[in-house]
């Protein structure tokens, strides 16, 4: 299968019988309509968000940042597929209640954003997570992958998977992985 430019600057997923010149999966598509620049910057506004939301406890704020339907892999690796943002907003209110009652402040900084098609970008970003537990300051790192589409309400986080940086979690390997 292949991405092809329709007449009207939009991409289509066709085969490589079609008559319009295609591209190839894999190879760089260029972006129409608005510059990758604008799109980055959408996409880090996302990004933002959930930040604002897990850094006020806006249960809320967060799930803004998710489509309706999405998929979630938490940091223990638990998967909660085709959740709704209300399962998203409970979900995270009892992470904040029970884990972080002293409060949580998350940073993410965004590593890198690539567009598959016009509509669909996957970004990574660290985390670092700072809260209080037991009275003492702790820290946890992390590294998120995000699917994300265009809509109606701009870019959206589609798929999420949480994961950790931490020695203590990943002791068996090496450096390199």
Same mark, same amino acid.
């Given at each position: 299968? &292949?991405?092809? %430019?329709?007449?009207?600057? +939009?991409?289509?997923?066709?085969? @490589?019988?079609?008559? /319009?010149?295609? %591209?190839?999966?894999?190879?760089?598509?260029?972006?129409?309509?608005?510059?990758? /620049?604008?799109? #980055?910057?959408?996409?880090? %506004?996302?990004?933002?968000?959930?930040?604002?939301?897990?850094? $006020?406890?806006?249960? $809320?704020? &967060?799930?803004?940042?998710?489509? #309706?339907?999405?998929?979630?892999?938490?940091?223990?690796?638990?998967?909660?597929?085709?959740?709704? $943002?209300?399962?998203?907003?409970?979900?995270? @209110?009892?992470?904040?209640?029970?884990?972080?009652?002293?409060?949580?402040?998350?940073?993410?900084?965004?590593?890198?954003?690539? =567009?598959?098609?016009?509509?669909?970008?996957?970004?990574?970003?660290?985390?670092?997570?700072?809260?209080? =537990?037991?009275?003492?300051? $702790?820290?946890?790192?992390?590294?998120?992958?995000?699917?994300?589409?265009?809509?109606?309400?701009?870019?959206?986080?589609?798929?999420?998977?949480?994961?950790? +940086? #931490?020695?203590? &979690?990943?002791?068996?390997?090496?450096?390199?992985?």
């Amino acid at each position: 299968m &292949f991405y092809y %430019l329709e007449r009207d600057s +939009r991409f289509r997923l066709g085969d @490589r019988g079609c008559e /319009t010149p295609t %591209l190839g999966l894999g190879e760089e598509i260029v972006m129409t309509g608005m510059s990758e /620049t604008a799109v #980055e910057r959408e996409i880090r %506004l996302t990004i933002q968000r959930l930040a604002d939301g897990w850094n $006020r406890q806006d249960a $809320r704020l &967060f799930s803004l940042a998710f489509t #309706e339907p999405h998929d979630y892999v938490a940091i223990n690796g638990h998967q909660m597929l085709r959740q709704s $943002r209300e399962d998203n907003e409970d979900m995270h @209110r009892q992470v904040w209640n029970r884990l972080y009652p002293e409060g949580s402040r998350i940073e993410l900084n965004v590593t890198g954003i690539r =567009a598959l098609t016009p509509d669909i970008a996957v970004a990574h970003a660290t985390s670092e997570n700072e809260f209080v =537990a037991a009275g003492e300051k $702790r820290s946890l790192a992390g590294s998120l992958t995000l699917v994300l589409v265009r809509s109606e309400e701009g870019w959206l986080i589609d798929a999420f998977h949480n994961g950790t +940086r #931490e020695a203590r &979690f990943a002791g068996h390997l090496d450096q390199d992985g």
